[in-house]
């Protein structure tokens, strides 16, 4: 009698999420939340990485992108640093971003500006 393979649980789901992804309708709620943006908008964003990359460049970027929300934690959203980890065949990064005005400055660029990572590289 043959026996079936078995394969590894998935803890995080995500098996099932790339099989049948959620649908987003113009009646999710995901959509009824909006963020007041200023006048005359302006995204800034750094980019950091670990160079020459290391095996334990993601658990650096992870540290890294950990530090960032611990410093919103006392910050309106949008005084807040947004940190996202890029992962692909060539690159591992941590982006940055920050929310602000073309009319004036704001603490969340001033803050981005002054952002430092051990063992992270800014790059130009």
Known sequence: MATK???PQDST???VLSQMPPSVSLASTILASTIPLPEDPLFVYSVYARVPATSDSLDQLELA???VLRGNNVKPFLESLLPIVHISKDTC???V???GSTQRTCGAHAAL???KFDNLTFLP
């Open 65 to 67: 992108r950990r530090s």
């Open 113 to 115: 500006a002054q952002l």
């Open 13 to 15: 789901g995500s098996s």
């Open 93 to 95: 990064a941590l982006y």
């Open 97 to 99: 971003f920050a929310l």
């Open 5 to 7: 393979a078995q394969l």
